[in-house]
């Protein structure tokens, strides 16, 4: 039996560039992985065939789900047959915008790369992850990302120092192809508070420019965050295309938020560190593509002051 760890992520800030030829918009956004997390048991089996279980009855287990076309993408390249059961213990809702079905497929395509020795480059990988989800290619690295395009053009900047997030997670799925099919980019022109946060460090002014859509479809998404921010948090904000809210906590009443929000996850950000030797159960601990690889993705701009 094969234990694997597939952590969530929060958007710290997420702005809507453009809309493409092809129907995608152009974002720019920091990822940022946190300490919550999916495990996935997986142990050989003998009939070929994958096998999906999990404890959340409101998620399919079969071929729509990212677990399986990871299977499926690294199969049908490197003509694996190997069948696995796998069972998936939920702790990352869908429709949350924490990334949970996008760090499952990322999961276990590090896995199958490990496990059948294909030596597959992070290059590849990232090639591979963009097919199944945008989100994908971001937890090939984790900690601080800064994302452009509509996700895979990355570039590491310095980790967040750690910090505690809490998180209120409605009891809603959030459609992102409803959100931005509803989405309208305005013509006005303005300074990238991404950019300005890069080089102060100032979080307070960082935004989600999907709110107003999301919030307008979903008012009580809306209500969550118009409460959240009464707490004093430093940042208050929709996770990528929502439900979910966050907050950083280190100077916040957090027994005032618990008493609201009893289902309040407790967590806090990761570095890069982490999540990587946190991630699998490889034979050295750590997954090869984790190695000189990653530092191609540091240097493309200079870094910020995360």
């Avoid at 694997?4 to 997420?14: D, E, H, R, V």
Wanted: glycine letters at 10%; proline letters at 3%; one cysteine or more.
């Amino acid at each position: 039996m094969v234990e694997l760890k597939s952590y969530a992520k929060i958007n710290l800030g997420l702005e809507v560039i453009g809309k493409r030829d092809d129907g995608y918009h152009d974002l720019k956004t920091i990822f940022q992985t946190i300490d919550f997390f999916d495990i996935l048991y997986l142990r050989e089996n003998t009939i070929n065939t994958i096998r999906l279980r999990g404890d959340n009855k409101h998620i399919g287990w079969w071929k729509q789900n990212t677990i399986y076309k990871a299977f499926k993408t690294i199969y049908n390249n490197y003509n694996i047959s190997q069948g696995f059961d796998v069972s998936i213990k939920k702790n990352i809702p869908p429709g949350s915008g924490l990334g949970g079905g996008s760090s499952n497929a990322a999961v276990i395509l590090l896995f199958l790369n490990e496990w059948f020795n294909l030596k597959i480059s992070l290059t590849e990988l990232i090639e591979m992850g963009i097919a199944i989800g945008a989100d994908v290619p971001f937890f090939f690295l984790g900690g601080t990302v800064l994302g452009e395009g509509i996700g895979e053009k990355m570039t590491k900047i310095i980790d967040l120092d750690e910090t505690g997030i809490g998180i209120v997670i409605p009891g809603i799925s959030v459609s992102t192809r409803l959100i931005f099919s509803r989405f309208r980019l305005t013509t006005e022109q303005f300074e990238s508070k991404i950019d300005i946060f890069l080089k102060s460090g100032n979080r307070k002014i960082l935004e989600n420019y999907l709110e107003s859509i999301t919030f307008q479809l979903f008012p009580d998404i809306k209500r969550i965050k118009d409460k959240m921010q009464t707490y004093g948090s430093e940042l208050v904000l929709m996770s990528g295309s929502g439900s979910a809210i966050f907050c950083t906590v280190e100077n916040c009443s957090i027994n005032r938020i618990k008493k609201d929000f009893p289902d309040l996850v407790l967590t806090r950000t990761i570095n890069a560190e982490y999540y990587q030797n946190s991630v699998g159960a490889w034979p050295s601990g750590k997954a090869s593509v984790f190695g000189a690889d990653i530092r191609r993705f540091e240097s493309s701009r200079p870094r910020g002051k995360a």
